[in-house]
């Protein structure tokens, strides 16, 4: 095990997030600026840092097992590669950096539902494969994201029915942490 959170936590945590990412994308005109987030340089840079310290942390802390000899390349390998990809990587950098943060917040939820008795868990776990495979998307597929948001975004309907199936899963986890882990 990577992380040690307990099932509460990590239920807590992603409730929580949840819940407040899909309140803000249901009350906030989104329109005016998220069809601009794939694009958005800054973003990408910031998301693209977020996603550095965190490999880095847990490339530093993490057993290798028979792979710790590769530790010191890869810790200079990483900052190398971050400052590459932010002069070279033009072309949906955000949406690409989330990708990863996603990929990268998906596992410490499977770890704290890995081997949990309560069936109530699979809330967790469907949330983080659906972490990961977006993540895996946005990052070999970066401009599928622009259309996403394009179809989300078409009819205001529609955004606050995907918006509402986030805060109808967020406050499942939510409940779910408070009643069943």
Same mark, same amino acid.
């Given at each position: 095990m990577i992380y040690h959170f307990s099932l509460h936590t990590m239920g *807590?945590? @992603?409730?929580?997030?949840?819940?407040?990412?899909? *309140?803000? @994308?249901?009350?906030?005109?989104v329109e005016n600026f998220l069809p601009r987030f794939p694009r958005s340089r800054a973003a990408g840079a910031a998301l693209l840092t977020i996603d550095l310290i965190w490999s880095f942390w847990l490339l530093a802390t993490m057993e290798m097992g028979e792979f710790s000899g590769f530790r010191r390349p890869l810790l200079i390998v990483l900052p190398i590669g971050f400052f590459l990809v932010l002069r070279f990587v033009d072309e949906f950098l955000a949406v690409r950096a989330l990708g990863i943060l996603c990929l990268l917040a998906a596992e410490p939820l499977l770890d704290a539902a890995f081997l949990q008795p309560q069936t109530s868990r699979l809330f967790l776990t469907v949330l983080a494969y659906l972490m990961i495979v977006a993540g895996l998307i946005w990052v070999t597929m970066p401009y599928l994201m622009r259309d996403q948001l394009d179809w989300s975004?078409?009819?205001?309907?529609?955004?606050?029915?995907l918006s509402g199936i986030g805060l109808a899963l967020g406050v499942a986890i939510l409940v779910c942490a408070f009643v069943a882990y």
């Open positions: *807590l945590v @992603a409730g929580a997030v949840l819940i407040l990412l899909s *309140l803000l @994308a249901i009350f906030l005109p975004l078409q009819q205001i309907g529609r955004w606050r029915f």
